[in-house]
């Protein structure tokens, strides 16, 4: 189906998530862990694991005897010439400090990752007739000041007239303000906006939360996310003492990141009776398309399905 002559009315721009959607993620490829070695560390190392696996924040949290998850959220959100200025303000372990030598380690690692960066099959034929049929593209990313070097590594800026990343704005997705930043930069209400992407809870959820449609990509890794988007309640329900079906508390607890409602909205819609067949029981996660692959996205972006159904 071509884009150019089949694209669905009233769509007006498209946003896209950078690694894992338009760009593969070198993470854990042969390709990197090749490159890894060449740079001298042994594949028994436990720097190489990190720095194979984690790829982003991880080699830096080795270092200090840091948490993870607060590196992560400092290199994201911060724009940094280099990678002293990157390890500035992380909260290191007592005792601990960054050498020159956990210095080059990283910034091998920046190396390694954007040389092995590849754009996925079918990236350009698909940006190419989503341009040629008059479509306005944003990226939005939750990438540090390095990783975004690859925009213009692969040629990726020839295409967006607009470049959210996380690193400058100061917050990442799915925060309301990254969508809002991107839409307002191409001048596109949210109805007229779909947002493309492979993380469930940061792209789909965030677009939904801000008015906007979705193209999930669904690539294995979030079961919890497939059930919800396919609206396959039922298989992980229980019954009630007095009969009726409800979610375990296990997963209530879990939930609410993975939805763009309350909980309570979603729990009051497993209730009901009133479907068709294949329909799922929230209107909003209609507004959802799945797929497996990149190639598949200009089918589903040319269905024409109303953007407030």
Known sequence: MSISTDIRPGLKGVLFDLYGTLVRDAAGSEELDA??????????????????????????????????????????????????????????????????????????????????????????????????????????????????????????????????????????????????AALSGLGVEPSGAVMVGDSWTCDIVGALRCGMRGVWIDRGKDPLAYLIAEGRWRAVMSVNQDGRRALPDSLREVLPPWLPMPLGELEASLTSNALHPGEHPLPIFRRVARVERLTEVAAALAIEAPMNA
Not at 64 to 75: E, M, N
Not at 109 to 132: H, I, N, P, S, T
């Open 35 to 180: 490159k890894l070695l060449q740079a001298g560390l042994t594949p028994d190392s436990e720097e190489f694991f990190w720095l194979s696996r984690a790829v982003a924040q991880a080699p830096l949290a080795l270092a200090l005897g840091a948490d993870v998850t607060s590196v992560r959220d400092l290199h994201l959100t911060r724009r940094c010439r280099d990678v002293r200025e990157l390890a500035t303000g992380i909260p290191a372990a007592p005792g601990t400090r960054i050498t020159n030598e956990h210095l080059r380690l990283v910034e091998e690692m920046f190396d390694c990752v954007l040389d092995c960066a590849r754009l996925e099959d079918g990236a350009v034929a698909l940006l190419e007739e989503l341009k040629a049929a008059g479509v306005r593209l944003a990226l939005v990313s939750n990438v540090n000041s390095f990783m975004a070097r690859v925009v213009e590594r692969l040629g990726l800026d020839r295409w967006f007239s607009v470049t959210i990343f996380s690193c400058d704005l100061g917050v990442t997705k799915p925060s309301p303000r990254a969508f809002a």
